[in-house]
Nanobody, 116 residues
Framework: QVQLVESGGGLVQAGGSLRLSCVAS????????MGWFRQAPGKERELVAH????????SYADSVKGRFTISRDNAKNTVYLQMNSLKPEDTADYYC?????????WGQGTQVTVSS
């Protein structure tokens, strides 16, 4: 089973940037498509960015397209999410996981708060 540990969140002003990291345990990490998800208070968890196992293919939710960039380093078992031009509506807990079901056990997430 793969274990996931997210980090890099924090408090930032609107227009600012953050880089999130997700380190995965397990030797088979590089076999999986991965995604970054977020969950805002009172809302369902949503997929915001997806990356193929090789890193060649990426896709984004319309709400973050052009502002967020997902990448991965399979040698380091790590997936990244570069977030630029942050908006208050990006405030949420952010999680990484497989890009589709069945999901791994969810990590603790990392909190992102964007002030206006």
């Amino acid at each position: 089973q793969v274990q996931l540990v997210e980090s890099g969140g924090g408090l930032v002003q609107a227009g600012g940037s953050l880089r999130l990291s997700c380190v995965a345990s397990g030797r088979t990490f590089s076999s999986y498509n991965m995604g970054w998800f977020r969950q805002a208070p009172g809302k369902e968890r949503e997929l915001v960015a997806h990356i193929s196992w090789s890193g060649v293919s990426t896709s984004y939710a319309d709400s973050v397209k052009g502002r967020f960039t997902i990448s991965r380093d399979n040698a380091k078992n790590t997936v990244y999410l570069q977030m630029n031009s942050l908006k208050p509506e990006d405030t949420a807990d952010y999680y990484c996981n497989r890009g589709g079901t069945p999901y791994f056990d969810w990590g603790q997430g990392t909190q992102v708060t964007v002030s206006s």
